[in-house]
């Protein structure tokens, strides 16, 4: 039963996933930040409060993650404050805690013996990132040379009190689900309207809007792991501006932002001119969309094999409805769960 399944343990999903490269809010910078996103494939880096009681009783203590930086809070950050814009050097020598506010969260620690129940009613409750340290047996040769690889560059590490984590997220989780989906039927076959699960509430711009007015639109995107919509005067998608489009762009993209409309911001990203009027038909499809009648794991497929945490919701006509997360899917689950366990 899935029920039984369920009772595995958050270890089962971690194997494999690599250890969370960090920072110090204490002593980092804004450049920092921007260094180890420039320096590594992560998409996002940790940021870390460590509080180490030199010869008291808890020195090894006191480690907690606090939240995590990626590309779209150095880019809002410039775009928010007009001197950062004229002169970015400025901005990037402000120390690492001028982000704090607009790190998306929360953050919580959790053990690798916790339950995968745990975990989903932890991301029911809105926890977007959860801190599992890494259970790894190296030998003493290969530590060393871990140790060695690790060493630069100096202001990140992956240890914290000789120990290692990583991020378990609501893809991991999603499919971890997907791989036992028979185990839950009925569920799987029955459509995201029946299910109640498409959420009217999202965010979205004109594409013809600036696009510096998206900007807490994006960073709320950025929380809740979804994205904003691009629509026309009729509410037709035609595209989005996601926050991970946003990453994997350079500082640069700052004045881009604060100087375009949404729809040339998105042509800017993709080196494209921004007068194409071809632009709505052509890029629109690049939205993961479905239909109201679509199947909960069709759309859960559509996501995982997308790498997002959402799907828009549209009528043939590309109208939008609304929008299924990760999140609204989760609790669908849990709810099974509950129901099964009665």
């Known amino acids: 039963m899935a029920t039984g399944l369920l009772g595995h343990k958050v270890a089962d999903l971690c194997l494999g996933k690599p250890a969370l490269r ?3 809010v ?5 450049g920092e930040a921007l260094a180890a996103l ?3 494939e992560d998409d996002a880096i940790s940021v870390w409060s460590c509080d180490h009681s030199v010869g008291g009783e808890n020195k090894e203590a006191g480690c907690v993650c606090i939240g995590k930086i990626c590309m779209v809070d150095i880019i809002s950050y410039l775009c928010e404050v007009e001197e950062n814009l004229s002169s970015p050097s400025l901005g990037l020598a402000a120390p690492l805690s001028v982000l704090l506010s607009q790190i998306p969260g929360p953050i919580r ?4 013996s916790s339950s ?3 975990a989903i009613d932890l991301m029911a409750q809105g926890v977007q990132n959860l801190v599992v340290p890494i259970e790894r047996v190296r030998s003493s040769s290969s530590r060393r040379k871990f140790h060695l690889q690790k060493k630069t560059p100096p202001a990140i590490t992956t240890l914290h009190n000789a120990q290692e984590f990583c991020w378990l997220t609501q893809e991991d989780v999603m499919r971890y689900l997907l791989g036992s989906i028979g185990l839950f039927s009925p569920l799987p076959a029955l459509s995201i309207h029946a299910l109640g699960i498409i959420a009217a509430e999202f965010s979205a711009v004109g594409y013809h809007s600036p696009a510096s007015s998206a900007l807490k639109a994006i960073h709320r995107s ?7 919509a691009v629509v026309d005067d009729d509410g037709v998608l035609i595209r989005e501006i996601s926050p991970s489009a946003l990453a994997a762009c350079d500082e640069t993209v700052a004045a881009a932002v604060a100087a375009l409309s949404a729809g040339e911001l998105m042509a800017y990203i993709d080196g494209n001119s921004s007068s194409s009027q071809s632009l709505r038909m052509s890029r629109r499809a690049e939205a993961i969309v479905c239909h109201p009648g679509s199947s909960l794991a069709a759309v859960m497929i559509q996501a995982i094999a997308n790498r997002v945490n959402y799907v828009w919701v ?8 609304g929008i299924v997360t990760f999140s609204n899917i989760l609790e669908v689950f849990r709810q099974y769960l509950e129901e099964s366990e009665t």
Not at 109 to 112: A, F, T
């Open 22 to 24: 960090s920072l110090s």
């Open 26 to 30: 204490v002593s980092a910078t804004v």
């Open 38 to 40: 420039n320096s590594g």
């Open 109 to 112: 620690h959790l053990e690798p």
């Open 116 to 118: 995968v129940v745990e």
């Open 222 to 228: 950025l929380a809740d792991q979804t994205s904003v």
């Open 314 to 321: 549209i009528e043939d006509d590309w109208s939008l409805v």
